[in-house]
């Protein structure tokens, strides 16, 4: 799936983690990275580092709030959000076809999962 993402995911010309990221944000424009990191089960210091390429980017703005660091969108990190999203959605529709009806038993399992490995 992995490979299937990157291929998909190429037009941001960046790993598919940093539109996961990105898409996040967008949820919840700002975002801390400590949330960042619990809602996309990313390990603390991954998410610091790649919300430190987006911010080289120009993608995101980086301000501290007392010991957080707060993301925020900028003008072209939602530009970038319009590739992203477009990707998501080839993507959604890739996976439905070559899964088929074990995609939603899949994504249930996986959800159970990392719930468990979270708990």
């Known amino acids: 799936m992995e ?3 990157d291929k998909v995911y190429a037009p941001t010309n960046m790993k598919p983690a940093y539109s996961y990221i990105m898409m996040n944000i967008e949820d ?3 975002a801390s990275i400590m949330s960042i990191t619990h809602q996309l089960g990313y390990d603390r210091s991954s998410v610091s580092r ?3 390429t987006l ?3 120009d993608l995101v703005k980086l301000t ?3 010991r957080s660091t707060i993301v925020s969108l ?3 990190g939602k530009k970038f959000l319009v590739t992203a999203n477009d990707c998501r959605e080839k993507f959604g529709k890739l996976t439905d076809d070559l899964l088929g009806d074990d995609k939603a038993r899949m994504t249930a399992l996986l959800t ?3 719930e ?3 708990g």
Do not use: Y
Request: proline residues 4%.
């Open 3 to 5: 490979k299937i993402a």
């Open 28 to 30: 919840s424009d700002p």
């Open 50 to 52: 790649m919300v430190k």
């Open 55 to 57: 911010s080289d980017k």
């Open 64 to 66: 501290s709030e007392g």
């Open 74 to 76: 900028t003008s072209q």
């Open 112 to 114: 159970s999962n990392e």
């Open 116 to 118: 468990k490995l979270r």
